[in-house]
């Protein structure tokens, strides 16, 4: 896995945007490494990774790339090629109380766990409110 690592952290510098990484910078991005890369760039590295993959070698990647939290690009990607089914209701509670910014919250959701059956059920045992607005975009309207 650390041969694939390195590949992927060459991809995030190669497409490396220092203009965008200033910028979130300077608007108080928490992230110690931040390479820039727009989300566009992010799915085709993920569709990429998916194409060459096994399921099990993509969720250990994904996990491998969820710990590797000072780098903004690894915490984004990792939704991007974490099979759905290899996602439980504690796993995803774990990852949510491990967000770092609304970002992170807000691609989680949407691009991994905005179709599941406990997502009500997820957003009633958070409390953060950043993770709580993501979710709450994807539940029905309260009567």
Known sequence: MTDLMREIKHEFMVFRNGIVADTLRKAGDSHKIIFGLQLPVLKQIA?????????TDLTELA?????????????????LILPPDSVDLNTATKMCHDIQTPEEADILIFALLRHTPWLQQLHDTLTDPKIQRAIQRFLPPAE
Not at 47 to 55: A, D, E, F, P, Y
Request: no cysteine; proline share 4%.
């Open 47 to 55: 569709i990429g990774l998916k194409n060459r993959l096994t399921v």
């Open 63 to 79: 996990h491998t790339l969820w710990a590797d939290s000072a780098v903004r690009e690894s915490r984004l990607l990792t939704p």
